[in-house]
């Protein structure tokens, strides 16, 4: 794209754009994905064994699906999803772990299984509540100079503070 296009991590600006790249659309594969992914991750779960939080081995065996595991381990031994477990047994009740948790129940709800027996079926309270939705966005003011001297110098910084 030119100097004017919209970027692709505009979420408002880029969904007018014929490019082929909707952040929107990219956020929900991207979830997609790791809720298909991780469809089974609380049964690996474990609050109370505090140094091994996640059961790696068993989640391993259960998705023998990801073959021999070695992307998935790297994403499994990460610092992000490390903070993602210890999030999830400390505070289950955050926004956001509600969210991929309830995500996961909308597909295994979705699933052949799950359609067959209405009475396996779990709410998605969460999903359902738009008391929180994002109604507007907002727009930072741009950079002030005000309080600087006005003499045309320029400030750079080799590194952030």
Known sequence: G?????????????ESVSDGFSAKDIRASFLRFFVSLFRHYDKHT??????????VEG??????????????????GSQMFERFIEERISNPSQP???????????????????????AKKKDTPFLLDQSD???E?????????????????????????
């Open 2 to 14: 030119g100097l004017n296009s919209p970027s692709i991590l505009d979420t408002i600006n880029n």
């Open 46 to 55: 474990s609050p109370s064994t505090p140094y091994k939080p996640f059961n």
């Open 59 to 76: 989640f391993l065996n259960e998705s023998k699906w990801l073959g021999d595991g070695e992307w998935i381990r790297g994403v499994i």
């Open 96 to 118: 956001e772990i509600r969210f991929f948790n309830e995500s996961i129940i909308q597909k295994l709800n979705r699933s052949a299984k799950t359609t067959l027996s209405a």
């Open 133 to 135: 939705v994002v109604s």
């Open 137 to 161: 966005t907002f727009n930072p003011p741009p950079p002030s100079n005000w309080g600087l001297p006005d003499d045309g110098r320029t400030y750079s910084y080799n590194c952030f503070p």
